[in-house]
């Protein structure tokens, strides 16, 4: 299991940004495609975006696309997730994890049943 701390959440004005970090305790984390997902309270644990080993491909929901940006440093096994034009339907739990394709195609699941405590961001309008 890799092991997974997510950071850089808070509360911020609509049109706003953040920056989401999440570390991975993995010996290989190049060897992982990794993604982020958001839980809003009431519904379920929803993809956001996904990003391949080098970092060379990426994907993500239509609910996000051009606004948030996924990236990532293997030198520090670090994903992160950059998101502008916050809207106040952005507000959830942040949460990485590493990431293999669904059953359904161009869906993208969990491929582990860990999770880190995730990350707290509120927009405000």
């Known amino acids: 299991q890799v092991q997974l701390a997510e950071s850089g959440g808070g509360l911020v004005q609509a049109g706003g940004s953040l920056r989401l970090s999440c570390v991975a305790t993995a010996r290989t984390f190049n060897a992982y495609i990794m993604g982020w997902f958001r839980q809003s309270p009431g519904k379920e644990r929803e993809f956001v975006a996904v990003i391949t080993w080098a970092g060379g491909t990426t994907y993500y929901a239509d609910s996000v696309q051009d606004r948030f940006t996924i990236s990532r440093d293997n030198a520090k096994n670090t994903v992160y997730l950059q998101m502008n034009r916050l809207k106040p339907e952005d507000t959830a739990v942040y949460y990485c994890?590493?990431?293999?394709?669904?059953?359904?195609?161009?869906?993208?699941?969990?491929?582990?049943?860990?999770w880190g405590q995730g990350t707290q961001v509120t927009v405000f309008s």
């Open positions: 994890n590493t990431v293999t394709p669904g059953t359904d195609p161009g869906t993208w699941e969990p491929a582990q049943d860990s």
